[in-house]
């Protein structure tokens, strides 16, 4: 039994030949590389806190320098590595092969043949008789916090039988001379005969009648440590981390996990277009079937796998930062087996990009203005964006690995799917674009670990794109990486953080967009104080709500075909509009927690509400939408009831479901304290009651009536938001929208502060809070001196505007 030492005899760890996983743990990677020595510490620690791990043995390092020392193979690979030139492509390659084929034309001693053939009898005398496993090579320098090696040795899956086991650890063995291994040792200043070779012999899981896939216990672009991202395909695991196949992605909220709450922050539906399976009675191990197109459009995992493996995830990455004595967020590969419907993990080391950066500086990548007019006459494709900073180059086509020598320097890589054997040109180039792929694939974590921009997943890169042609790829846009036609003007911004001051003035942020919510919660800040509803519902949802609870009687065919096809996963429409919602809303609360977000319940105009899919046939025409039928007024109007019930019960998973409590929620365009009290009855109708579970609700105070009447709101609201554009708008009387008097538009307007003053100073009198999010503060540096000095409590702007609005703030404070 493997659960029992495979060690029987009184020898040292350091001279045996083989061990099994319950023998070794994370201070052995010197014994059983990396992975193997994971896998034990696993076994050993986290299996009685829940975590599933499927058991195997492990050859050792010392198994492979005896392989070495009998074969006498030192001075030939001395010999072969002598002449070695990494940056000439046909030199690795000749190289390789030689090293290779030296070490699979040398037999393994009959002591270590023997070994593995007791262990394996082992195994299957738990599991039964010649039992499918996977055989993984397990370098003793890979997995360190500074080098991953991911993927540079071979893995073979479905090994069936004894003598088919013995033939895949030989090939393990020889695989420590890959092209990319030798590439990647090279360029981390590994000696390649210091580095010994262990291979892991595993039970399989039967994902080939399920799924598999990746997951990381940080955000692997933003670096932001509370989340959890996991990938998800069918079958096999292989497709996921080669980047084969765009897999399904899910994001888990750690902190609030934790505390038993389900806090899914976002789902997103891969194309999945094939599996890898069992090659049953073929002539391979493994084999790639194309999946249905219903299987496509549904997820692989549901709600209750995804939470799960997220559970499974920070107790690793836990356990894992408690041995070592530092922070240590985890790489990690799952498996969900087809039989018994079990989850468990196969694979952890350690994350080797987010972990090793530097936290004191913050670098902002972004297109400048002039770059920013024709964006998008020069947009060309676009798919999941890897970092956050941008790469420019000509564009290089290469679709067959054997091409790599046609790749210069400064290039940029653009090919359906990379593997590691393009890693001795990946580091070269200026940029990688991929067709294929999610943000956990391959050419994911190498282009992270070497710093060079990437999109994956774009679908039609190769055919769009052209070799020779000048391109500009921006990760720099949030999760929706970009490619430009022409080298694009951009900027970068460094700001030393430590040297920050600190502001009595509450520095907030104003944030619509969930992609850019985890990069932007590391400028300093005290939370967000506007997190719109509108981009999300526009960007994200892209119907109205209204068209989703009537969608069976819309007149409008072409807006139901399009709302057809958003809402293709949801038999229940409006569903699709609470979910994604939610999940908007939810990342940004997320991404800022336990820091307050303020959220403005939507205020789109009627209008805007028209431009949505199926909104015409709910909005009236109205002569001036600005001050019409908007905000407040909607929300308890039978005309638009239904619609703002489904804001709240987003809001109400957020909070209740999610664990997201740090959420406070904003009225607009509240005309009279009459009907914020009729807002506030509707809110708790569906489930949203002032002070329940904490919750606050605010006002935006826009108004001359909320001004005038500020003691009355004060009695009704927990808090004020100046909005400073419609505030001046209907103080000057002037239409903002109107070019004819936009000269007249001044916050800066004497009528305007005086107004700004008197708000301020009667609401704090009552005890409430206010604050502004307007982007005067950060336009005029006389204004954010104004509101410092009338005392309010928070200023919150646009996030490029912070870090100067903070240092003219501090100033002004200092001075007073």
């Known amino acids: 039994m493997l659960n029992k030492v495979i060690n029987t005899h009184q020898q040292s760890k350091e001279q045996c030949l083989v061990l099994s996983f319950h023998e070794v743990g994370i201070a052995d990677i010197s014994l059983v590389g990396g992975k193997n020595a994971s896998l034990g510490e696993m076994i050993q620690r986290l299996i009685p806190k829940g975590v599933k791990v499927p058991t195997g043995f492990a050859t ?133 005969l210091n580095v010994a070779l262990s291979v892991g012999v595993q039970k399989m899981v039967r994902s080939d009648l399920a799924a598999s896939g990746v997951m990381f216990s940080i955000d692997t672009e933003s670096g932001f440590k509370d989340a959890v991202l996991i990938t998800a395909a069918y079958g096999l695991g292989e497709n996921v981390v080669q980047g084969a196949v765009n897999p399904d992605e899910y994001l888990v909220f750690k902190p609030t996990l934790k505390q038993g709450y389900r806090p899914i922050l976002d789902k997103r539906l891969g194309t999945k277009e094939i599996k890898m399976v069992y090659d049953l009675g073929g002539s391979k191990l493994t084999k790639n079937i194309p999946v249905s197109s219903s299987q496509r459009q549904k997820f692989a995992l549901n709600n209750d796998e995804i939470l799960q493996l997220a ?46 950066k530097l936290n004191n500086i913050l670098r902002t990548y972004r297109l400048k203005d002039n770059a920013n007019i024709a964006k998008k006459e020069s947009l060309l494709v676009t798919g999941r964006s890897v970092g ?131 990069g932007l919660s590391a400028i300093p800040n005290d939370g967000v104080g506007l997190a719109r509803m509108e981009f999300i519902i526009a960007n994200h949802i892209k119907a109205h709500p209204l068209a989703l609870i009537n969608f069976d009687r819309l ?67 109205e002569e001036n939408p600005m001050l019409g039928w908007r905000g407040a007024s909607r929300y308890y109007d039978e005309r638009y009831r239904q619609g703002f019930a489904l804001e709240c019960q987003a809001m109400k998973r957020v909070r ?39 919750l606050q609700v605010y006002v935006m105070c826009e108004l001359p009536s909320n001004v005038q009447l500020a003691d009355e709101f004060s009695k009704i609201f927990d808090g004020f938001s100046i ?68 005392g309010i409590d928070s200023i919150s702007l646009n996030p490029d505007s912070v870090l100067k609005t903070m240092l003219k703030v501090a100033a002004v404070e200092q001075k007073s």
Not at 128 to 135: L, Y
Not at 492 to 507: D, F, G, S
Not at 756 to 781: E, F, M, N, W
Request: hydrophobic share 35%; glycine share 8%; with cysteine.
């Open 60 to 192: 050792t390092a010392e198994a492979y320098r005896r392989f070495i020392e009998a074969g006498g193979l030192e001075t030939q690979l001395r010999d072969i590595f002598a002449s070695l030139d990494v940056e000439d492509i046909d030199s690795l390659r000749k190289c390789g092969k030689k090293a290779r084929n030296l070490i699979l034309q040398t037999p393994f001693p009959q002591e270590l043949q023997k070994s593995i053939a007791t262990a394996y009898k082992n195994l299957c005398s738990e599991y039964g008789p010649d039992i499918d496993v996977a055989v993984r090579s397990s370098a003793t320098a890979e997995d360190l916090p500074d080098a991953s090696f991911a993927g540079q040795q071979e893995t073979y899956l479905n090994v069936h039988g004894l003598s088919a086991v013995l033939q895949a650890c030989h090939k393990c063995f020889a695989s420590i001379f890959t092209d990319r291994a030798i590439s990647y040792r090279q360029l981390k200043g590994f000696d390649h």
């Open 388 to 518: 956050e900073t941008i790469g420019q180059g000509k564009a290089k086509i290469i679709l067959d690995v054997h091409n790599l020598n046609l790749f210069q320097p400064g290039e940029v890589l653009v090919t359906n799917r990379t593997d590691p054997d393009w890693e001795p040109i990946m580091k070269k180039a200026g940029a990688i674009v991929t067709n294929s792929g999610g943000r956990t694939c391959h050419a994911a974590i190498i282009a992270r670990e070497m710093g060079i921009p990437a999109i994956v997943g774009c679908g039609n890169a190769t055919t769009v794109l052209k070799t020779g042609q000048n391109i500009t790829v921006s990760c720099a846009e949030g999760e929706t990486g970009k490619v430009y036609q022409g080298l694009l003007p951009y900027e970068v911004e460094e700001v030393r953080l430590e040297k920050l001051p600190h502001t009595q003035t509450k520095i907030m942020m104003n944030v619509g967009n969930p992609e850019e919510a985890f």
């Open 723 to 790: 909005g400073s554009n419609d505030l001046t708008q209907l103080t000057l009387g002037l239409d903002r929208d109107s070019g004819l008097i936009a000269h007249l538009f001044d916050e800066r307007n004497e009528a305007v502060k005086r107004t700004i003053a008197k708000a301020i100073t009667t609401v704090k009198l009552h005890g409430r809070k206010i604050g502004i999010c307007g982007q005067a503060p950060s336009d005029y540096p006389e204004f954010a001196r104004f509101l410092v000095q009338q």
């Open 311 to 356: 559970h499974w995830a920070y107790i690793i990455e836990e356990h894992y930062s408690q041995a070592r004595g530092t922070y240590t967020p985890m790489d990690i590969e799952w498996a969900k087996d087809g039989i018994t419907n079990e989850l468990f993990i196969v694979q952890a080391r350690p994350e080797t990009v987010q972990s090793q």
């Open 656 to 694: 209740d479901e999610m664990g997201l409590t740090n959420v406070i929620l904003m009225v607009p365009f509240c005309r009279t304290p009459e009907e914020g009290n009729r807002v506030l009855a509707e809110m708790a109708k569906n489930g949203l009651v002032k002070g329940e579970n904490n």
């Open 555 to 621: 007149e409008d065919k072409l807006a139901k075909s399009k709302i057809a096809e958003l809402t293709k996963q949801y038999q229940d429409k409006p569903q699709f509009f609470v979910d994604r919602l939610a999940q908007g809303i939810g990342t940004i609360a997320a991404a800022f927690y336990p820091k307050p977000v303020i959220v403005r319940l939507s205020d789109f105009k009627s209008n805007e509400y028209a431009n949505l899919l199926g909104g015409r046939e709910f909005e009236p025409k």
